[in-house]
């Protein structure tokens, strides 16, 4: 493990304990810590899941004679250090208990993973090795091995994927509680809370190779919606596969409030929806292009709608006209 690791997991000790008596402002302090790097939180998880371990007994106790002198004259505020000095002994225990016993072990055996995030608006290409390389649009988050490079995890956003073949180790990628194993492939992911998309551009991935061994060739389109138990295939110009890298979004049997996400990842500004036209379904192609104005009016034209600034986001919502 390396200094900086160590470093982060004390860090994340001393949060814990620090968080068991927080005021409001010790909260804010503590969100800022865990969104500066993506690291922190996983040293904080190991370190609420090491004390969950740790039993009582395990925490040695010192007690100060002091702390039982409550006759004679100042022996009460005696009591009180000797209880502070006892409960601060308390946590220094626990804290070393979960480092040595616990966390140590728990980050060395899973700390060759590490997650790649993309802000809104904000798009980054990243290699993997062996000419592999995944494309991420924004507001995207992949979990990548060190040891593995023939393995990702879409955590959530939109990825396009151009792997290298190889026979003897296959591209795993997970997705929510769905794995895709590659084919020699060009393919592009979306994650969309409970809803997947898969479309292939090239070659051929199987889509749960352990269960359903679905097998998706070029131009198969498949979209998965765990929420309703429901899977549908369906085919698409394998030309048009990761349209947001052209500035195209395209839609099939999408809720407005899916469209809204997607555009949020493309454009980098916070749309909201009237909850009266959230679950409204849209299939089409929306062009992004680089003033969102024009892009938020040629929706709200489009769809009957109204698209007015939100502070800095946008809100979508119904027309004048339907409001009447």
Request: net charge negative; charged share 25%; hydrophobic share 40%.
């Amino acid at each position: 493990m390396t200094q900086r690791d160590q470093d982060r997991l004390t860090e994340a000790i001393q949060w814990r304990i620090r968080l068991r008596d927080a005021a409001p402002e010790d909260w804010e302090a503590f969100v800022e810590w865990l969104e500066e790097y993506p690291e922190r939180s996983a040293a904080y998880d190991a370190v609420v899941a090491a004390e969950a371990t740790v039993e009582p007994d395990m925490i040695p106790v010192r007690h100060s004679p002091a702390a039982f002198d409550t006759v004679t004259p100042g022996g009460e505020a005696r009591r009180r250090r000797g209880l502070f000095y006892g409960s601060a002994t308390a946590f220094a225990a626990v804290a070393a208990i979960m480092l040595f016993a616990f966390v140590l072990p728990w980050l060395n055996a899973t700390s060759s993973r590490y997650e790649i995030a993309t802000g809104r608006g904000h798009r980054q290409l990243v290699a993997i090795g062996d000419g592999s390389s995944i494309a991420m649009n924004g507001d995207t988050r992949i979990v990548l091995d060190r040891r593995d490079p023939r393995y990702a995890e879409l955590k959530s956003g939109e990825a396009a994927f151009t792997i290298r073949h190889d026979n003897a180790h296959p591209f795993t990628l997970v997705a929510g509680d769905h794995r895709l194993q590659d084919a020699g492939t060009r393919f592009n992911v979306l994650l969309d809370e409970s809803l997947l998309s898969v479309e292939v551009a090239e070659g051929a991935i199987v889509f749960d190779p352990a269960a359903s061994r679905l097998s998706l060739g070029a131009g198969e389109t498949l979209a998965v919606d765990d929420a309703r138990g429901r899977i549908i295939r369906g085919r698409q110009d394998p030309d048009t596969v990761s349209g947001w890298r052209r500035g195209q979004l395209s839609f099939k049997h999408a809720s407005l409030a899916a469209v809204a996400r997607g555009l949020s990842r493309s454009i980098g500004m916070d749309i909201k929806l009237d909850p009266a036209i959230a679950e409204r379904p849209f299939t089409g192609t929306i062009r992004v292009d680089g003033d969102p104005s024009a892009t938020m009016a040629r929706l709200a034209a489009t769809l009957d709608l109204e698209a007015r600034r939100n502070g800095a986001g946008w809100l979508i919502e119904p027309s004048s006209r339907a409001r009447r």
